[in-house]
Structure formats: structure tokens, C-alpha cells
């Protein structure tokens, strides 16, 4: 009773909990009564430090399958070498491969990276990043470079990527707002398909 305006109507569809398939629906918005736990959805992740690889002109490069929509962060581990004073890296996010459709681009002072955290690397989602593969890059704009960039012991580069479902916007009468950043546009091209058996279908 306290929630009226929240009654159902054409526009309106109830959930008892979100789902990012809803997203195929036009649901832009979604109104809770309660804080939604889908601030990041973890898509991909390799830690450990045990070498490091310095960087170069030559940009670095990892691939990996986001397995959710809304691929908006990736996490890339540095260690310092020392200082990098005027020393400039350049980050880059590629859909398929290396210089495919470029999806985020950055370029920010080696003395602001952090070192001792993963330093995060935010870009708008993508909507259609489900079962999609990703190149991110990373280089310096010197060869001689203080900037060293982690691996795992079986010398894969230390990094992670999540994804968002919701974003949060607003709070009114302890009523959640979420914009979906996912949503589908009423009509859209569909360019990647998949066969299913029935019982799978929903998964």
C-alpha cells in the first residue's frame, strides 16, 4: 500500500528478482524496494604476480569470453620499477581480436596507476558482450619504461574483467532506481546465433 505508483500496469512487469533476459523485453528501468546486489558481475579473472613483464611501445595483449552483457571494466595488476616521471600508458579494448572494433580507449600518467591494486580500466557497457571475445591491450609511450605489468606463474598476465546488469541511479521514498544498460532496442539486428536444445533453451 505504501508503494501505489509501483501497482502493475502495461508498462510494468514483476519480478522477484532481476534477470538480464528481461533486457529483450525493453526494460530500461527496474524499481526495487531493496538495494540490488548486481553492481559488478565478475567475467573473467587471472591472479598472481610471480614475474613481471615490462612494457614497451609494443602494446601487450590478452584475450578473453565475456560470459554476461554489459562488459564495462577490465582490472590489469602493474608493479612499479621505478619512477616513470612524463611516462604516459595507453590501454585499449578490442571486440574479436587486436584491432577489431575498438570498444574502450585510454591513455593516463604511469605515476597515477596503482600499484599495489589492480587498477581499473571503466568504459560504457556493452550491451551484446555475452559469449563475446575481447583483446585488451596495454603499452607505454616509452620504450625504456619504469612500468612492469604482472603474470601468474604460468605466465599469463594477471587481470580480471566484470560486467554490469544495472547501474544505480536514484533513490526515491527507499525506492531503488536501476537503468538497465543492456537493454535491447525494440527492433534489432540479431548477428550471432546459437542452437540450443529445448530444455537448455533458458540457460
Known sequence: ????????????????????????????????????????????????????????TTPLTQSFTATDPGLNRVDLSF?????????????????????????????MPANDLLTDLAQPF????????????????????????????CQNSAGQYAFAAYATWLQQKEVVDEIWIYENPNVAPRAFMVHHVQQTAEEQVLD
Open 79 to 107: 608493479a612499479a620499477a621505478g619512477s616513470a616521471a612524463d611516462e604516459t600508458v595507453e590501454f585499449w579494448l578490442w571486440r574479436d581480436q587486436i584491432a577489431g572494433e575498438l570498444v574502450a580507449h585510454s591513455i
Open 1 to 56: 500500500d505504501d508503494f501505489n505508483w509501483m501497482n502493475r500496469n502495461q508498462n510494468m512487469l514483476a519480478m522477484s528478482h532481476f534477470d538480464p533476459i528481461v533486457s529483450l523485453l525493453n526494460v530500461k528501468y527496474v524499481l526495487s524496494a531493496k538495494p540490488l546486489p548486481f553492481d559488478i558481475v565478475p567475467q573473467a579473472a587471472r591472479t598472481g604476480c610471480a614475474e613481471t613483464a615490462v612494457l614497451s
Open 122 to 149: 571503466f568504459f560504457a557497457p556493452v550491451p551484446d558482450s555475452a559469449q563475446q571475445t575481447f583483446v585488451w591491450g596495454v603499452a607505454s609511450s616509452t620504450a625504456e619504461t619504469a612500468v612492469t605489468l
